[in-house]
């Protein structure tokens, strides 16, 4: 099993363009979410997916859109790139065994926005 | 005020001895909590979690809740370097997958 998959690892982009960021993961999980980290600070939910065709906005929602594709794949769009979406991304993915939410973490991918 | 508060670190202790994270949460809905791991450039890995009051051992390490404090610790005994790393706290809800973060704190494992 790859676990949590994400695409691409790093990128550059101006400020103002567009690029969608993405995740899947192969172990059946119905609950998936995207965070954002900027250095030295703890995991910020920018939005979170409890099922397909489900997706509830998180803490810094504002600037990004999502798509729950299917089980497996759920994608986080930035339409207009600005300086402060500069960050680490990680998408997670997670089952509720008995009520609990253990997440399991994708690579990340490395944003920098000029 | 964070929902979830951490030590503001960073943490240093020698090889061999017994490190102490601490972590408070201030909503009393809050019912499951978790320690992750996360080394420098990685990305987070769940090390244990907990969700009744009392103490949870795995290995070296042991998780403590006390929901009349609202507190959550994390005891790493005869902590190695390879423990070096951040480690962030979260706060979540039973059957309610969303769940929010502390900003974590550094431990350094000194040989």
């Known amino acids: 099993n790859a676990g949590v998959t994400q695409t691409p690892k790093f990128q550059v982009l101006k400020t103002g363009q567009s690029m969608t960021l993405q995740c899947a993961q192969d172990?059946?999980?119905?609950?998936m979410y995207w965070y954002r980290q900027d250095p030295g600070m703890g995991l910020r939910l920018i939005y979170y997916?409890?099922?397909?065709?489900?997706?509830d906005k998180g803490e810094v929602p504002n600037g990004y859109n999502v798509s729950r594709l299917n089980k497996r794949e759920f994608s986080l769009r930035l339409e207009s790139a600005a300086p402060s979406q500069t960050s680490v991304y990680f998408c997670?993915?997670?089952?509720?065994?008995?009520?609990?939410?253990?997440?399991?973490f994708g690579p990340g991918t490395r944003l920098t926005v000029t | 005020q964070k929902e979830v508060e951490q030590n503001s670190g960073p943490l240093s202790v020698p090889e061999g001895a017994i490190a102490s994270l601490n972590c408070t949460y201030s909503?009393?809905?809050?019912?499951?909590f978790f320690w992750y791991r996360q080394y420098s450039g990685k990305s987070p890995e769940l090390i244990m979690f907990?969700?009744?009051?009392g103490d949870k051992e795995d290995g070296r390490f042991t998780a403590q809740l006390n929901k009349a404090s609202q507190y959550v610790s994390l005891l790493i005994r005869d902590s190695q370097p390879s423990d070096s790393a951040t480690y962030l706290c979260?706060?979540?809800?039973?059957?309610?997958?969303?769940?929010?973060f502390g900003d974590g704190t550094t431990l350094t494992v000194k040989p």
């Open positions: 997670a993915s997670s089952v509720g065994t008995g009520g609990i939410y253990e997440q399991y």
């Open positions: 172990m059946n999980h119905n609950s």
């Open positions: 997916s409890a099922s397909e065709g489900t997706t």
């Open positions: 909503d009393r809905g809050s019912q499951s």
């Open positions: 907990i969700y009744s009051n």
């Open positions: 979260s706060a979540g809800w039973t059957n309610a997958g969303k769940s929010t």
